[in-house]
């Protein structure tokens, strides 16, 4: 159990730090085999589109949350934290709406 609100919001910054930089992967990956598939239909997408975005999100979620930890400062803690969980939250929800464009739109 946390002693205080910042503990609370370092474990929290700890946990979204190591996801996101993998979502970042994620999204590459995704990217990737979407270029390969768009190049064999000849038909363009959204999708890929979508998850360049959200790698840039998951980006801002990983660097908030890994600076977030570097600070002493406890406002700003609180600060680069809220903007870790914004960023985090926005770009899961971006990820699955590029998962309903990819599933929808490419055929192949």
């Given at each position: ?21 993998a ?29 360049a ?34 960023s ?21």
């Open positions: 159990m946390p002693n205080s609100r910042a503990d609370l919001d370092e474990r929290t910054c700890r946990l979204i730090c190591p996801i996101a930089a979502m970042v992967g994620v999204c590459l990956t995704g990217i990737g085999i979407l270029q390969v598939s768009v190049s064999l239909a000849r038909q363009t997408t959204l999708a890929d589109d979508l998850l975005i959200d790698a840039l999100l998951f980006l801002t979620a990983m660097l908030s949350s890994y600076f977030a930890l570097r600070l002493d400062s406890a406002r700003r803690l609180h600060r680069l934290e809220q903007l870790a969980d914004t985090f939250i926005g770009a899961m929800l971006l990820m699955t709406c590029a998962c309903f464009v990819i599933t929808y739109a490419v055929h192949i």
